[in-house]
């Protein structure tokens, strides 16, 4: 793996405001290849803001991101997604109403589109071929295969999320950033999708997820970053974190300081 | 899938409706005739217009866009003397150029503000025609405009496409290719790509889609045959005006595609087929006529939501479950 060489995701100052409210406070960490590296926090302490930055659904107020030393920061979310950058979302967000095949062609965009004239001639069939060889690897890969002409409206969650995943891996992505993968999962699910997400690892991909399903975050993650109110509180291997005081305290404040928050 | 058998039933309807479509007019009175081509023009608009809206957007421009087509082609043969086999196509790109510009400003909104928008920009251009005299006429538009002409050399005189019958068997044609080639952009990767960008935004932006380039292509690609078809349009007619763009005419594509229902290809050729046939039907009780419009829409939308496309369905369903209630 590349030991000296730039990490593959590096955050930088990174900060981001809404109106008054400060989301993120001068973020800085870096993220190897190779690695499954954890984002946690308490509710609202900017972990969904700090993806939407990183994939440029938002662009920072300042700071910079690198990917692979190269910045990335302010580009438009396709761009980013064309160089490496693909997440997945909160809400399992799918096609519903198409077949799960269906919905593995539509991730293949970025490696099977074709202009124009092209389609309107019928020249796109060898890359149509490619994109159905390659949803078909990947049907494969997410464990779909005997499910691949229902709707994916009809799936059952844990199938949902990997029909999600296998659309992101489609856009060939160097680095996925998986939003609460695990969230509303039994706990056979969570295994399997664990499975799962080292197995997308083992093929090469870096993967940096939000997730509040401790068990699942601790039994994944080589390394784990904590955010508390947008900053930067604690970073290390799960045990550490786990023991960090003042990441326990961040953990019992929030859940006064949400009580607060709900009651005014 | 059966979507082999599926293609086949659409040559095999085909083979049967294009040579019974092609004799039709031999068979009809004048008037019907000229019926024949207005509604073989509002096909090709429905069609175009459809394209717009897998794109996700509902545009109240595309009557606009038609008569861009057509001013196109009017000003190119008649004050440029250009060819008007020439002019025709020509228009059609000019029309598809237009859209791509107003496509900047107009492709920054979204949804209802897009409608309004596009409503906007619609109504400045058509005033532009009503207002500058030279060099679109003002409001009495332009009168004159050269007709299509084929001097083929078995004929003394050239064949001239301001007759019904040549000019209905011409854009028979064109509208066919026009519908195939409409039909194979919707069912390849860039209609899927549409689909994406229409129900799942920011999914497909995630997975790399440029989506204001794909809403864009289709707009552009939209206009294209709008132009093509204002641009045909105005050589028969020999005239244009800048009122047979009005938004009462927008609403008439509104209203034919969504009676004819969104969800397939064919949904919008049924409603402008269905309703114009309806419309033709009723012509002799001329006062009853919009009245008799609006029942027809009111009953379809009350019962048929989906369209008239959604009907075959509906009756296979209902049939199936009175064989299941007489088996039972």
Redesign the interface.
Same mark, same amino acid.
Request: cysteine-free; glycine content about 8%; charged content about 20%.
């Given at each position: 793996m590349a030991t000296a060489a730039a990490p593959l995701l590096e955050v930088r100052g990174l900060c981001k405001r809404f109106g008054g409210l400060v989301a993120l406070d001068r973020v800085s960490f870096q993220v190897r290849e190779g690695e499954i590296r954890g984002l946690i926090g308490p509710n609202g302490a900017g972990k969904s803001t700090l993806f939407k930055n990183i994939?440029g $659904?938002y662009r920072p107020g300042a700071g910079e991101i690198l990917l692979a030393g190269r910045p990335i920061s302010g580009r438009?979310?396709?761009?980013i =997604?064309?160089l490496g950058v693909?997440? /997945? $979302?909160q809400e399992t /967000?799918? $096609?519903q109403?198409?077949s799960v095949m269906?919905n593995l062609?539509?991730?293949c965009?970025?490696h099977?589109?074709?202009g124009?004239f092209r =389609?309107?001639l019928?020249l796109?069939r060898e890359?149509?071929e490619r994109?159905r060889q390659a949803a078909g690897r990947i049907l494969d890969f997410v464990g779909l295969r005997e499910r691949r002409?229902q709707l994916a409206s009809e799936l059952p969650l844990g199938s949902q999320r990997a029909l999600a995943l296998g659309? =992101?891996l489609? =856009?060939k992505p160097r680095l996925l950033l998986l939003d609460e993968p695990f969230a509303g999962m039994n706990p056979a699910e969570t295994a399997h999708m664990m499975e799962l997400t080292r197995k997308v690892r083992r093929s090469g991909i870096t993967i940096v997820l939000v997730e509040h399903n401790m068990k699942a975050v601790m039994g994944l993650c080589d390394f784990v970053t904590v955010l508390n109110f947008g900053r930067l509180l604690a970073e290390g291997t799960p045990e550490s974190v786990r023991r960090d005081p003042a990441v326990l305290e961040a953990y019992l404040g929030s859940a006064a300081g949400g009580t607060e928050r709900a009651s005014c | 899938m059966n979507s082999a058998s599926r293609r086949h039933g659409w040559w095999l309807a085909a083979a049967v409706l294009l040579p019974a479509l092609a004799a039709l007019p031999f068979f009809l009175p004048f008037h019907r005739q000229d019926f024949m081509i207005f509604l073989l023009l509002d096909v090709m608009l429905v069609v175009s217009y459809r394209l717009v809206t897998l794109s996700g957007e509902w545009s109240l421009i595309h009557m606009v866009l038609m008569g861009c087509g057509g001013y196109a082609s009017a000003l190119l043969s008649k004050r440029a003397d250009l060819l008007v086999w020439l002019s025709i196509p020509l228009a059609a790109l000019l029309t598809a150029a237009v859209a791509l510009l107003l496509s900047f400003p107009l492709l920054r909104m979204r949804g209802f503000y897009f409608l309004i928008g596009s409503y906007a920009a619609g109504e400045a251009v058509r005033l532009a025609w009503k207002y500058f005299v030279y060099p679109f006429g003002g409001p009495k538009g332009l009168k004159l405009i050269p007709p299509l002409e084929l001097q083929l050399p078995f004929l003394e005189q050239p064949l001239s496409f301001v007759e019904p019958i040549p000019f209905y068997l011409l854009l028979l044609v064109v509208t066919c290719v026009s519908l195939l080639l409409l039909y194979r952009l919707e069912h390849s990767r860039i209609g899927l790509t549409l689909h994406m960008v229409h129900w799942q935004p920011s999914l497909a932006e995630a997975v790399g889609v440029n989506s204001w380039r794909y809403r864009t292509l289709a707009f552009a690609c939209g206009a294209f045959f709008a132009g093509l078809a204002g641009a045909l349009f105005v050589h028969y007619l020999g005239s244009i005006n800048p009122n047979q763009f009005a938004i009462g005419e927008m609403l008439y594509i509104l209203v034919w595609v969504i009676i004819g229902g969104t969800r397939t290809f064919a949904g919008p050729v049924i409603g402008v087929v269905v309703l114009s046939v309806l419309n033709e039907i009723f012509r002799q009780y001329d006062e009853w006529r919009p009245a008799i419009y609006g029942l027809i829409l009111l009953l379809s939308m009350r019962f048929l939501p989906d369209g008239l496309e959604s009907l075959p369905g509906r009756l296979r369903g209902l049939w199936r479950r009175r064989v299941a209630a007489a088996q039972g």
């Open positions: 994939a $659904f438009p979310p396709y761009e =997604a064309g693909v997440r /997945t $979302f /967000t799918l $096609f109403e198409l269906r062609e539509a991730g965009h970025l099977a589109s074709s124009l =389609a309107l019928g796109d890359r149509l994109q002409a659309i =992101a489609l =856009a | -």
